[in-house]
T-cell receptor, first 114, second 114 residues
Framework: DAGVIQSPRHEVTEMGQEVTLRCKPISGHNSLFWYRQTMMRGLELLIY????????DSGMPEDRFSAKMPNASFSTLKIQPSEPRDSAVYFC????????????FGSGTRLTVV | GNSVTQMEGPVTLSEEAFLTINCTYT??????LFWYVQYPGEGLQLLLK?????DKGSNKGFEATYRKETTSFHLEKGSVQVSDSAVYFCALTLSGGSNYKLTFGKGTLLTVNP
């Protein structure tokens, strides 16, 4: 099993540009989560999907952020337009079952907006 | 709501010292509890878990016991190694309904010196 795969590992972009982060969950996992990690705020849950359906997007900071999960094996997190304060490490995680088995995290995408 | 409070770091120890990282929680239901570890530049990895009161999770010499009476899940290791230097996160999740999300503490940075 290759685990949760995120791409790219690093992204540097200019303010105002569109950024798309990608995630491939573990096959058979029915829940997918997007987290953001910064020094100031720690780990924040942005959105999560269950069976490809968004369940809770209350953590999405503003309308510039959007996430999709068109099928069970792929999800995207898009920021348009990007701003310097979006600089962070973005993690995707997937989980099997109803929450008692922990999550498997990807290696993250380090986003820098200049 | 649900929350996790863990001791603030950083924690600096010498090799072979005893480690305790305190974690307490509040939850609206019966949570499952987890410790995750994040090595520099990597994603979070599940270290151990416990799903019911008095369960002891253990892995790689680390242990934590689910204490419902004190709402705690303290992480311990009898003899730390330099390779244990990382950030440790305590977390909980409630299964069922819409409570699929994992709630994290702020993390505790552990540095082990030779």
């Amino acid at each position: 099993d290759a685990g949760v795969i995120q791409s790219p590992r690093h992204e540097v972009t200019e303010m105002g540009q569109e950024v798309t982060l990608r995630c491939k969950p573990i096959s058979g996992h029915n829940s997918l989560f997007w987290y953001r990690q910064t020094m100031m705020r720690g780990l924040e849950l942005l959105i999560y999907f269950n069976n490809n359906v968004p369940i809770d997007d209350s953590g999405m900071p503003e309308d510039r952020f959007s996430a999709k999960m068109p099928n069970a094996s792929f999800s995207t997190l898009k920021i348009q337009p990007s701003e310097p304060r979006d600089s962070a490490v973005y993690f995707c995680a997937s989980r099997e079952g109803q929450g008692r088995y922990g999550y498997t995290f990807g290696s993250g995408t380090r986003l820098t907006v200049v | 709501g649900n929350s996790v409070t863990q001791m603030e770091g950083p924690v600096t120890l010498s090799e072979e010292a005893f480690l305790t990282i305190n974690c307490t929680y509040t939850a609206t239901g019966y949570p499952s509890l987890f410790w995750y570890v994040q090595y520099p530049g990597e994603g979070l990895q599940l270290l151990l878990k416990a799903t019911k009161a008095d369960d002891k999770g253990s892995n790689k010499g680390f242990e934590a016991t689910y204490r419902k009476e004190t709402t705690s899940f303290h992480l311990e290791k009898g003899s730390v190694q330099v390779s244990d230097s990382a950030v440790y996160f305590c977390a909980l999740t409630l299964s069922g309904g819409s409570n699929y999300k994992l709630t994290f503490g702020k993390g505790t940075l552990l540095t082990v010196n030779p």
